[in-house]
């Protein structure tokens, strides 16, 4: 008897075992570097396998002070049929160096977050849960915009130069 109850136990604490290890194997993350923004966008494509992920795109701030960032999963199914490629709870953080929460998106599809942010170094991670039949794919994209007033002198300046070519034409 007690070596039956012995065997049930250990088949028991056996399954148990291998239970949690495919739900911890179900997690990813991944590291990314976007170097410093530019108004060039930095994109990147993911596709990962279901269950939930977490990941990281490390970047910094130079001369131009807002970053725009977005992210939109790439669902492929739905409309009556079971989704092939899906992500579920798709949302953006936002976090400086100090491990400080700056931004979180709404959450969804597509997700956008906004900053404007100091000289320095920052990252986002990008989380949900792939939950398609073989995963789930994002599209994340995040770029340095230059401030209203930036654009006002850019314009100002083409403006002399229009004045001066002018000037130039008619003497």
Do not use: C
């Not at 073989?134 to 314009?155: C, K, R, V």
């Amino acid at each position: 008897m007690i070596r039956t109850l012995s065997t049930r136990f250990t088949r028991l604490l056996g399954a148990a075992a291998l239970a949690l290890g495919l739900a911890a194997g179900n997690a990813s993350a991944s590291t990314f570097s976007a170097g410093t923004l530019t108004s060039a966008a930095y994109v990147n494509s993911q596709t990962l396998p279901v269950g939930s992920f977490l990941d990281t795109y490390n970047f910094s701030i130079g001369a131009l002070p807002t970053a725009l960032s977005s992210s939109v999963s790439i669902d492929l199914g739905g409309s009556g049929m079971p989704y092939f490629l899906h992500i579920s709870g798709l949302v953006l953080k936002l976090y400086d160096s100090g491990n400080n929460l700056l931004g979180t998106s709404l959450t969804g599809s597509p997700t956008f977050l906004n900053a404007t942010l100091a000289t320095g170094a920052y990252y986002m991670t990008v989380g949900g849960t792939a939950d398609g039949s073989s995963g789930g794919a994002y599209l994340f994209s995040i770029a340095a915009i230059p401030e209203p007033g930036q654009w006002l002198m850019l314009l100002a300046g083409v403006a002399m130069l229009g004045v001066m070519v002018r000037r130039r034409a008619a003497i």
